[in-house]
Structure formats: structure tokens, C-alpha cells
């Protein structure tokens, strides 16, 4: 969803990833009302929000070559458990 407004104040931007609220559907997936919701209340507040929304300055975005990709602002990122690899070698054995 991309919001412009004409009056605004500040250069900032304000990136939301709701890439993954939505419910699976057979043909074609749905928004519900709560993930409407969510988003919205969101972005009336304007917070950063772990992993889901970023409040990127202006300096931020010159930084990035003006790069709007969504990924590049807000981090989803879920690191996953170390392997023990002395574990797996006994496994394995």
C-alpha cells in the first residue's frame, strides 16, 4: 500500500511490511479485518515497530541510493539456532 500526501512537513518515510498478514486462500489469499486494522493503526501512529515498520529519515534513504525497497528499511530477518556440528558428527557416526 503506498500513501502519498502533498502537504507534508517532514521528508521522512514511513515503511510498514505487512507481507505476512494475510490468511491463505485457494486461488488467491484475503486480508481480514484485523490485519486492515493492524496496518492502519500502524500507520496512524508512525512508530517503528520490530520487524514490522520503520521510520526512515531522509538522510537514511540518500544513504541507500534512494532505494524504496521495502526490506532494505525494515529488517525481518529470524536468525536461526546455531548447529552443533560435534552433535551431528556423533549422529552421523
Known amino acids: 500500500?503506498?500513501?502519498?500526501?502533498?502537504?507534508r512537513s517532514t521528508k521522512d518515510?514511513?515503511?510498514?511490511?505487512?507481507?505476512?498478514?494475510f490468511d491463505k486462500?485457494?486461488?488467491q489469499n484475503t486480508l481480514?479485518?484485523?490485519?486492515?486494522?493492524?496496518?492502519?493503526?500502524?500507520?496512524?501512529?508512525?512508530?517503528?515497530?520490530?520487524?514490522?515498520?520503520?521510520?526512515a529519515t531522509f538522510d537514511e534513504i540518500v544513504e541507500n541510493d534512494f532505494n524504496l525497497n521495502i526490506p532494505r528499511y525494515v529488517d525481518t530477518f529470524e536468525e536461526e539456532e546455531p548447529i552443533d556440528l560435534a552433535q551431528v558428527?556423533?549422529?552421523l557416526k
Open 1 to 7: 500500500v503506498l500513501v502519498f500526501k502533498k502537504n
Open 25 to 27: 486462500g485457494k486461488n
Open 89 to 91: 558428527e556423533a549422529e
Open 13 to 21: 518515510i514511513f515503511f510498514i511490511d505487512a507481507s505476512n498478514d
Open 32 to 55: 481480514t479485518d484485523a490485519h486492515v486494522d493492524k496496518i492502519i493503526e500502524t500507520y496512524a501512529k508512525r512508530e517503528n515497530v520490530d520487524k514490522y515498520a520503520h521510520v
